[in-house]
């Protein structure tokens, strides 16, 4: 059983930048893929990034890259992601997700992952 809990999210501008932080239990965090996921009023959980167990690996939706990173530090068992040049259309509701079934590939879809944190709203005003 994997525990993920989420936090960094709050209001910004547009322009302006957060780091989300989702921190997991578990002594093998290392050994999972880990994803940031967000989800609108009124539309579908989207993949945002992903990244591998050691983080020599990432993967980003097209509308974040060059402005959103992914990264990890395996000794705190946390995965954030920094997110920078934030747009009114980068509001939604954050998810990390924990993928603990070994892959040589970044899951880009919801059921790729078996673990979900509760989630953190990120709002950006214009």
């Known amino acids: 059983q994997v525990q993920l809990v989420e936090s960094g999210g709050g209001l910004v501008q547009a322009g302006g930048s957060l780091r989300l932080s989702c921190t997991a239990s578990g002594r093998t965090f290392s050994s999972y893929g880990m994803g940031w996921f967000r989800q609108a009023p009124g539309k579908e959980r989207e993949f945002v990034a992903g990244?591998?167990?050691?983080?020599?690996?990432?993967y980003y939706e097209d509308s974040v890259k060059g402005r959103f990173t992914i990264s990890r530090d395996n000794a705190k068992n946390t995965v954030y992601l920094q997110m920078n040049r934030l747009k009114p259309e980068d509001t939604a509701v954050y998810y990390c997700a924990a993928r603990t079934i070994r892959s040589i590939v970044i899951g880009t879809r919801a059921r790729d992952y078996g673990y979900w944190g509760q989630g953190t709203q990120v709002t950006v005003s214009s």
């Open positions: 990244t591998s167990g050691n983080g020599g690996s990432t």
